[in-house]
């Protein structure tokens, strides 16, 4: 089983939905957890951070599930620019610190 | 623009060639990590330096592969007789491990790499 699973998609909404990503780990010791946005051929961009309780910023809403040990991202109001593959990552080996990354969800908002 | 920069940007070698690949991090992070990744899979950790001590190389990074951050600054990463199977790009991440509890890490822009 994979460190970090992700739901490859493609997911194809129209403009406006709501759609929402979940991502699980398998360490259940994991403490931080982020949400990168890639677009095609270029680097990963933080899009947010997974503490405990999770955060909201604008038009996104992630969540932290530790019992279930997964996170999600919540994408609300979606726009043609969300079109992106969404990775989530999980810090991993302690004072390493090294991010272990799904394969990414790929989103498609369309016109 | 994170900061992070990569150079160069794009690399096409023959198999069997040496190649090389420089990252300079933001000014005050000590710690500068690399990943590799390949078409339609997210980022794999290779090895990490805190100022210019290596402290951690994965598995993926075999012996054709070498990593120096000689002043703590930039880092270079050198692939030795390179082969097909290395064309990926090659990601440089920054991190200030400020012990405050954000431990986000800044990504370059990579270095794409093909191998005919």
């Known amino acids: 089983r994979k460190e970090v699973e992700q739901d490859p998609g493609p997911f194809n909404v129209p403009e406006g939905a709501t759609v929402a990503f979940n991502c699980t780990y398998s360490n259940s010791a994991s403490q931080s957890f982020f949400w990168y946005r890639q677009d095609c051929r270029k680097e990963p961009k933080l899009l947010m951070s997974v503490y405990s309780s999770g955060n909201e910023d604008g038009r996104f809403t992630a969540q932290l599930n530790r019992a279930s040990q997964y996170i999600s991202l919540l994408i609300r109001d979606s726009k043609l620019s969300d079109s992106a593959t969404y990775l989530c990552?999980?810090?991993?080996?302690?004072?390493?610190?090294?991010?272990?990354f799904g394969t990414g969800t790929l989103l498609a908002v369309q016109p | 623009d994170t900061g992070v920069s990569q150079n160069p940007r794009h690399k096409i070698t023959k198999r069997g060639q040496n190649v090389t690949f420089r990252c300079d991090p933001i000014?005050?992070?000590?710690?500068l990590y690399w990943y590799r990744q390949t078409l339609g899979q997210g980022p794999e950790f290779l090895t990490y330096f805190q100022n210019e001590a290596q402290l951690e190389k994965s598995r993926l990074l075999s012996d054709r592969f070498s990593a120096e951050r000689p002043k703590g600054s930039f880092s270079t990463l050198e692939i030795q007789r390179t082969e097909q199977g290395d064309s990926a790009m090659y990601l440089c991440a920054s991190f200030p491990a400020t012990g405050r509890g954000d431990n986000e890490q800044f990504f370059g822009p990579g270095t794409r790499l093909t191998v005919l």
């Open positions: 990552a999980e810090a991993y080996g302690g004072a390493t610190n090294k991010l272990i």
């Open positions: 000014s005050e992070h000590n710690r």
